[in-house]
Nanobody, 127 residues
Framework: QVQLVESGGGLVQAGGSLRLSCAAS????????ISWFRQAPGKEREFVAVINWSGSSTAYAESAKGRFTISRDNAKNTVSLQMDSLKPDDTAVYYC????????????????????WGQGTQVTVSS
């Protein structure tokens, strides 16, 4: 059974930092590109960042560029999202998702391409 489990969310003041983690099991982790998405109250889920199967390529939404960093450790089956300079607009439930490496790394925002999703972790940024 494939599981993606997010952790690391919480309440932080604007300007602060959080580090989210996504732990995977039940799949050959190194065969999957991993993305982070987020969904704010009343809004559609949106792409945040992606890292390719080997960790050699990353891409970010404009809202995340320069503030968020995605990384992975294939030996530990984990992906992290370091979030710095957080803003109230970053408040959302954050999800990690996996798509097979045979899917294009590009078009990372196409949610239908992702095979597996986690349950999400809440991030709240206070002003």
């Amino acid at each position: 059974q494939v599981q993606l489990v997010e952790s690391g969310g919480g309440l932080v003041q604007a300007g602060g930092s959080l580090r989210l983690s996504c732990a995977a099991s039940g799949l050959t982790f190194g065969n999957y590109h991993i993305s982070w998405f987020r969904q704010a109250p009343g809004k559609e889920r949106e792409f945040v960042a992606v890292i390719n199967w080997s960790g050699s390529s990353t891409a970010y939404a404009e809202s995340a560029k320069g503030r968020f960093t995605i990384s992975r450790d294939n030996a530990k089956n984990t992906v992290s999202l370091q979030m710095d300079s957080l803003k109230p607009d970053d408040t959302a439930v954050y999800y990690c998702a996996a798509k097979h490496f045979t899917e294009t790394f590009h078009a990372a925002g196409r949610q239908s391409a992702y095979y597996y999703w986690g349950q999400g972790t809440q991030v709240t940024v206070s002003s």
